[in-house]
T-cell receptor
Framework: GQQLNQSPQSMFIQEGEDVSMNCTSSSIFNTWLWYKQEPGEGPVLLIALYKAGELTSNGRLTAQFGITRKDSFLNISASIPSDVGIYFCAGRPTLRQGAQKLVFGQGTRLTINP | DADVTQTPRNRITKTGKRIMLECSQTKGHDRMYWYRQDPGLGLRLIYY???????NKGEISDGYSVSRQAQAKFSLSLESAIPNQTALYFC??????????????FGPGTRLLVL
């Protein structure tokens, strides 16, 4: 089945640093989503991207839908302790490849040293 | 109140037992999903339902069954639990309209341990 390659798998940073993570695929996606999961909770939607080249911000978070439609990145600026968690990318395939379902990346675990 | 609720939040059971995980939503969405999460593997789709009469298998449906009792309720059953079904289980919902098709909203999860 389709897969998303999310990297890095984990990050250990100092408070105040900027963070960057990305997802790539060999297939084209129509939608890219970024979720954050905190311990004991379900994933929470951060940003949704609907067309190639789209750049969207949500506070200190910025995400982009790659021009090739095969990748997306998420940046977090000036990290703070509450940014700790696991970040997942998810993509919605094109119609031919099963557009009714999402494909998830394996997650990036973010740890912040105060 | 949470839009997507799951019960129980934690469950310990023994091999061979039948258990049911329940999901309810107040978002008014037609589409509901069950996922399994294992460390390092992300979220994998077990079953999904686009309305009460529509049930579809996901990528890892073996050993599981589901029931869509109403638009707002979607249950996941393990007919005969086995230890490798120990995992975190999430229910999710999405709207069928326009861009809402892709955006899924998750419940808080059920942590299942099969001994």
């Amino acid at each position: 089945g389709q897969q998303l390659n999310q990297s890095p798998q984990s990050m250990f940073i100092q408070e105040g640093e900027d963070v960057s993570m990305n997802c790539t695929s060999s297939s084209i996606f129509n939608t890219w989503l970024w979720y954050k999961q905190e311990p004991g909770e379900g994933p929470v939607l951060l940003i949704a991207l609907y067309k190639a080249g789209e750049l969207t911000s949500n506070g200190r978070l910025t995400a982009q839908f790659g021009i090739t439609r095969k990748d997306s990145f998420l940046n977090i600026s000036a990290s703070i302790p509450s940014d700790v968690g696991i970040y997942f990318c998810a993509g919605r395939p094109t119609l031919r490849q099963g557009a009714q379902k999402l494909v998830f990346g394996q997650g990036t675990r973010l740890t912040i040293n105060p | 109140d949470a839009d997507v609720t799951q019960t129980p939040r934690n469950r310990i059971t023994k091999t061979g037992k039948r258990i049911m995980l329940e999901c309810s939503q107040t978002k008014g969405h037609d589409r509901m999903y069950w996922y399994r999460q294992d460390p390092g593997l992300g979220l994998r789709l077990i079953y999904y339902s686009f309305d009460v009469k529509d049930i579809n298998k996901g990528e890892i449906s073996d050993g599981y069954s589901v029931s869509r009792q109403a638009q707002a309720k979607f249950s996941l059953s393990l007919e005969s639990a086995i230890p490798n079904q120990t995992a975190l289980y999430f229910c999710a919902t999405s709207d069928f309209r326009g861009r809402g098709i892709a955006t899924q909203y998750f419940g808080p999860g059920t942590r299942l341990l099969v001994l």
